[in-house]
Structures are given as structure tokens and as C-alpha cells.
């Protein structure tokens, strides 16, 4: 069995509604509730789902750049989530994260080897020369160029752009990756490129990534496991063949049918769900897909329903699948 | 063969910057049938969306201008026609949609009140009462709900998903003949995207409006259109329909393309890609643009610039490896090791 390298229990997320005069606190949104999952050491797990579902702020959880508002998650066997700030800091050298715009993410105002230096500054790694060393070797890594080291962030593509987020993200040898829709802003033929490079760095450097991502082409294509997130909750967690060949959760079943396959041979029976996510600062009582999901019965409006294996390895949290427990 | 709507020949749009000329879309052409769905397909900085704005007469000018070429609708060039002439076309015969809703409609104003403007504008005859009921009509058949409320709503009120059926309906309110799309649900969810996508093939059928899609999705092109046309630095490469683009890809930018897209079906051990990036336009003046990304390059591709050969009646490509001289070369060469292997044997 294969280790476990980052455990998520109960993670909660609320952000509060302040209004009137007082600013008096009316209500929350809940942007992520009650998530629990693995990670195991060496693999990729993906979180697929749409804008909205807190796939996001979910990374951030992970990271400790947003303070949880309840849950336990565990790194390596320790409990980062009641680390201080200070011990946090020294942590993070272990978990990285690629952003989604490589615009947004680099300084503009920094040269290329200064932002790849500066995170081994922060945790103080290396000597100068070691530094520059490191630096020079992860340029080359992730398919760029010495003489790169002293341009900005403004006379690379977009492509260059994303993997000098990436190089930046191995500096301190992190053993896992957060990364948040790293290929949404590029291409098809630059994501490519991108995506192979961080399947080649994984194989490499052994590395443990959560590939956050509305593209469920992409989360196919990378992850071993895949989680499917709506509305703040984790509805369906399993092998990524599994997940694609016999989605159980209906909203994955719609999610599938939904996304446009490039053959127009293909012939399938789709299942196009009405109506739009509602807001997650009023979800839905009971299971929060019961608006929209054809095969609604009575105490879906009511109860919440429960993760559950309903195959070996296979979690969903659908009451459709109540019986099979038993 | 059905009749040809819209014409485009020969167009080249540029753009007159500091840093010189640059040909955003050069030399392009293509038409669209009555009652067709065709697709547009590219990488940012492909010229896709240049091509709609100028068929559309909405190219930022200056910088942007229409350098040559014509845009036929009907008897109409509308690459020479006056803003105001081209007032009285726009949204009544060709109308667009925008990849972002909620920046294409005004906030200031109830989605009624834009509605019933397009109607107003092309048939000031009409009474506010017809205006109204033609509103509610149009907004019933995109499939929007309690149309008579929604009509005093603002933009902000509605979701992404409903944001884009109100820029459709409005599209759609004086029937034009022809609808430009350009990344209509780019900005939507997979959900929402496969709604409207939906929708756009629902009114294609029931009123026969013929729509060019613009995107860069190849899936989307996939699961509705009929043609796609492939475009690459300001050039259409291939052009062809819908089966023998994804079965039988002749330029080998489109063939990269097709196996560049991770499929959800089936997992690939490590995905194709292009080497390099999308060239910025302009930069290339000699020979094929794709030809320093190409693995079949060969040294005439960078010394003149490939037409677009006619593969069959409906299929056309922009290489070189299409060219009768380099076919007999290649058989050729066949032979000839044929002949090697012949002597060795012996």
C-alpha cells in the first residue's frame, strides 16, 4: 500500500455575509464543506468541477494562504493545520503551488532568476553561488535557457511564462504540488507541452501533484485518481478510469456528457442538466445537486447524503446508492 | 450545393501600429452556406476573430483597417460600405454574439430595453405594443423563462447561462440571415456550454440561420458544425468537412492540433505536442508559417509560401506535401529505394 502523504478531514471553509449599517454578520457562504481526502505519496489527484464549486479554495485550504474555518490536514504526519504562521512558513518549503495565470503570478518588475532565487532566500537554502547553481539547473529543466536568467516576465509567452511558474515551484525540492488550473490560460498546443513537461518532472523528481482544474479532458489525461466537487462538497472520489468509464454520482454522469469530445463520429446519449449552480450562500437543502438531478427522490431535499465505498476505491455521496451499503 | 450567403474573397485586414504593418488576417477566403453551421478554428493570434470583427465592420479603426479584399452579402460588398450603411445590415442580416455576456451588455439598461432597441432600430414603424410581444417571443425561443419578468431585469440579475441566450435572443430578433459566434461559450461552464451549444443547433434547424463559430475548442467544433475551417497566423491551412477534418487532417498543423487535445475517452501515455509557439503575426514574410514548427518541413517551405491546393471538391490544404511535383517526388524516391533493395537482394 502506497503511503499517504497528505490527509484532509472535515475541511471547512465559510467565508461570512456582512450587511446593514453594523456590519452585522447574516449569513455565510460555505465554500467548502466538509471535505475529506488522501493524497498518496507519488500520485496525481485531480479536482474537477464547475466555477463556483470551491475546487479553488480548496488549494488555498491546503496551503494555509486562506485560514480554515474547520478540519484537520495532515502532511507527512503532522498536523499543518495548527501549525502557527511562523512554522507554517517552513512548511510550505515542502508543498508548492502553480498558479493559473502566469501573468498575475511572476513580478513584472523582478528578472527571471530573481524570482526563481527568491524562494531559497526565504527559506535561506544555498549560498550564493549554490543558489545561482539551482537556479540555472531548473531553467534548464523545464526547457529554458541560460541566457534567460535576466529577462522579465514581459518577453516570455504565455507557455515560457507557465513553466518559469513551475520552475519556481521546484526550487525548494517540494514533495507536493498544488497546482490551480495551470494549463486554463494557454493553448492547446502550449498545454500540451506543458502537461508532458509536469508528467516528465513527476516521473523525475517523484513528486506528488493536486491538479485542480474545470477541464475534464486535462484531469483525464493526468491524474490516477480524480475528486468531482459541487457546491462546496466532494460528491464523487475515484480511479480516474473508474470516474470516466462508470461515473456513479449523477452530476459527474451530466459533467461527462456535457464536455464536447473531439470525434464527430461519436455518438452518446446525452444528459444535458437545466437550470444554473445555485448560490453556495443559499445551497440547496438536503443534497445540494437535488434541484437540478433528474433521478431526485424524497429525502434527497432533506437528508444530506454521506460519502460512502461504494466499490473498493470508489466514494461517492449519492442516495441513490443508500441500498448497496446494506 | 447549396447557396452561397456570405462571400468572404480575398480579405486582408491589418493593423497600423508603431511597430509597423501588421497583417492580422491575410489574403483569406471562404463563404457561408444557407443553413450551414461552419466553424472557425485557431490558437490566439490565429486572425479567427479579426475575420468576424471585419465581416461585422467593427475593427477598431485606427489602428485596424481593411487593406483588401471583399466581403459579399447578397449584391453588397461590405467591406466598402459607409458606417451608416453598414448600421442597417449589422444585426438585422449579420448579427454576433460575444464570448463575454456581461461585457457585452449594458448594465445600465433592462435586457427589455435592449431588446426592443435592435428591434426598433431596423423597423421604426413598428408600435411599442409589436415591439414588446416581438421580445417576448424571441426570448421564449432561446428557452428563457417568465420572459415578460425577465424583460425588466438588468444584466446583473442573470446568470452567465442566461446572460448568453439574451445576447442570442438579441442576435436573433431580426432574423438575420446569418449568425457570427465568436467563442460563444468560451466563458461558460460544461454544463451551461452544452445548453447553449444546444440551443445554437436548435435555431439553426428551426429557422435556418446559417452561423459561423468561432472558437478554439475542437470539441465544440466537433458536436456542431458541419465545415471547419482551420486557421493559422493570419491564414486559413485546411478547410474541409466536419468527418475528414478529424479522420483525415491534411496540413500537419491541423494534424498536431487534433492529437494535442487530451481525450476524456481514453488516456494517452504522454500527449503530441507542436514544438515552438504561435509566430506573432507579421514576423513570418517568407514561406509557410508553420514550417519552423513542422516535422515534414522540407527546404522549399521556407523559401515560398505554399497555396491552398485542392485536396477534393470540399477539402483544401495549405502544404506542400499536397503538390503534385513533391507526390511524384515522393513516389519516386520510393521506387528508387525499391530498386536498392532489388540489387541488395540479388
Known amino acids: 500500500m502506497t503511503k499517504v502523504l497528505l490527509r484532509v478531514e472535515g475541511l471547512k471553509k ?22 475529506s481526502f488522501d493524497v498518496f505519496e507519488g500520485e496525481t489527484l485531480g479536482i474537477v468541477g464547475e466555477s463556483g464549486c470551491g475546487k479553488s479554495t480548496a488549494g488555498r485550504l491546503l496551503m494555509r494562504l486562506l ?10 504526519g503532522k498536523k499543518i493545520s495548527e501549525l502557527s504562521n511562523k512554522e507554517m512558513r517552513k512548511a510550505r518549503r515542502d508543498i508548492q503551488m502553480i498558479f493559473q495565470d502566469p501573468y498575475a503570478s511572476l513580478n513584472p518588475r523582478h528578472t527571471v532568476g530573481k524570482i526563481l532565487e527568491e524562494p531559497l532566500i526565504v527559506h535561506g537554502m544555498g549560498n550564493s553561488a549554490e543558489r545561482k547553481k539551482k537556479v540555472l539547473e531548473l531553467l534548464q529543466i523545464v526547457g529554458l535557457n541560460e541566457y534567460h536568467i535576466k529577462r522579465y516576465p514581459h518577453q516570455f509567452s504565455g507557455g515560457q511564462r507557465q513553466r518559469i511558474g513551475i520552475a519556481r515551484a521546484l526550487m525548494t525540492n517540494p514533495r507536493l504540488i498544488i497546482a490551480d488550473e495551470p494549463v486554463s490560460a494557454l493553448d492547446v498546443s502550449i498545454q500540451a507541452q506543458v502537461l508532458n513537461l509536469m508528467q516528465k518532472l513527476q516521473r523525475e523528481l517523484k513528486l506528488t501533484y493536486i491538479f485542480i482544474s474545470h477541464d475534464l479532458g486535462v484531469v483525464r489525461h493526468i491524474s490516477n485518481r480524480v475528486g468531482v466537487m459541487y457546491l462546496g462538497k466532494l460528491v464523487e472520489l475515484t480511479a480516474s478510469e473508474d470516474l470516466y468509464a462508470e461515473p456513479l454520482h449523477p452530476y459527474t454522469q451530466a459533467l461527462l456528457s456535457s464536455v464536447p469530445v473531439p470525434d464527430p463520429a461519436f455518438e452518446r446519449e446525452q444528459l444535458i442538466i437545466s437550470g444554473d ?3 453556495a450562500s443559499n445551497p440547496p437543502s438536503g443534497c445540494s445537486f437535488h434541484t437540478r438531478c433528474p433521478f431526485k427522490k424524497e429525502e434527497c431535499s432533506t437528508v444530506i447524503p454521506k460519502m460512502q465505498e461504494v466499490k473498493p476505491g470508489h466514494y461517492v455521496a449519492c442516495h441513490l446508492y443508500d441500498e448497496m451499503q446494506h | 450545393m447549396r447557396n452561397k450567403l456570405l462571400e468572404v474573397k480575398g480579405l486582408e485586414t491589418t493593423f497600423f501600429t508603431d511597430d509597423g504593418q501588421i497583417p492580422a488576417v491575410d489574403n483569406i477566403d471562404f463563404s457561408v452556406h444557407e443553413g450551414e453551421i461552419l466553424g472557425i478554428v485557431g490558437e490566439s493570434g490565429s486572425g479567427k476573430s479579426v475575420t468576424s470583427l471585419s465581416i461585422m465592420g467593427l475593427i477598431p479603426s485606427p489602428p485596424g483597417k481593411i487593406t483588401g479584399g471583399q466581403i459579399l452579402l447578397g449584391e453588397k460588398n461590405l467591406a466598402k460600405l459607409t458606417d451608416k450603411q453598414m448600421q442597417k445590415i449589422r444585426g438585422k442580416d449579420v448579427a454576433m454574439i460575444f464570448q463575454e455576456p456581461m ?6 439598461f433592462t435586457v427589455g430595453d435592449q431588446l426592443k432597441e435592435a428591434i426598433v432600430i431596423h423597423n421604426p414603424k413598428w408600435s411599442k405594443k409589436k415591439a414588446f410581444a416581438r421580445a417576448v417571443e424571441i426570448m421564449k425561443l432561446v428557452g428563457l423563462p417568465r420572459a415578460e419578468e425577465l424583460l425588466k431585469d438588468y444584466p446583473h440579475q442573470l446568470s452567465g447561462g442566461m446572460r448568453q441566450r439574451v445576447m442570442i435572443a438579441m442576435a436573433l430578433v431580426c432574423d438575420p440571415k446569418v449568425l457570427i459566434a ?3 461559450t468560451t466563458a461558460l461552464d460544461v454544463t451551461i456550454q452544452a445548453q447553449i451549444l444546444q440551443l445554437m443547433k436548435d435555431i439553426n434547424k428551426r429557422l435556418n440561420t446559417a452561423i459561423l463559430l468561432i472558437t478554439h475548442d475542437l470539441g465544440v467544433v466537433a458536436e456542431t458544425c ?9 491564414q486559413i491551412v485546411e478547410e474541409a468537412p466536419i468527418n475528414e477534418i478529424f479522420n483525415k487532417p491534411l496540413h500537419p498543423y491541423t494534424q498536431g492540433l487534433i492529437k494535442s487535445v487530451p481525450d476524456m475517452r481514453f488516456k494517452k ?3 503530441y505536442s507542436i514544438p515552438g509557439t504561435v509566430p506573432k503575426p507579421g514576423t513570418i514574410k517568407e514561406g509557410c508559417r508553420f514550417a519552423a514548427r513542422c516535422e515534414f518541413a522540407m527546404e522549399r517551405c521556407t523559401q515560398e509560401t505554399p497555396p491552398l491546393y485542392v485536396a477534393s471538391e470540399q477539402h483544401k490544404s495549405r502544404c506542400f506535401l499536397l503538390d503534385e511535383q513533391e507526390v511524384a517526388k515522393r513516389d519516386e524516391s520510393v521506387i528508387e529505394s525499391g530498386r536498392v533493395e532489388e540489387i541488395f537482394s540479388n
Not at chain 1, 453594523?22 to 449569513?27: A, I
Not at chain 1, 485560514?67 to 507527512?76: D, S
Not at chain 2, 458541419?226 to 493570419?234: D, K, L, S
Open chain 1, 67 to 76: 485560514e480554515p474555518t474547520e478540519g484537520n490536514i495532515e502532511f507527512a
Open chain 2, 103 to 108: 461585457t457585452s451588455l449594458n448594465p445600465l
Open chain 2, 226 to 234: 458541419e465545415r471547419v475551417i482551420v486557421m493559422y497566423a493570419g
Open chain 2, 269 to 271: 501515455e504522454s500527449l
Open chain 1, 277 to 279: 449552480i445555485p448560490s
Open chain 2, 182 to 184: 465568436d467563442e460563444p
Open chain 1, 14 to 35: 465559510y467565508f461570512p455575509i456582512n450587511k446593514g449599517v453594523f456590519n452585522k454578520q447574516v449569513g455565510n457562504v460555505k465554500a467548502v464543506d466538509n471535505v
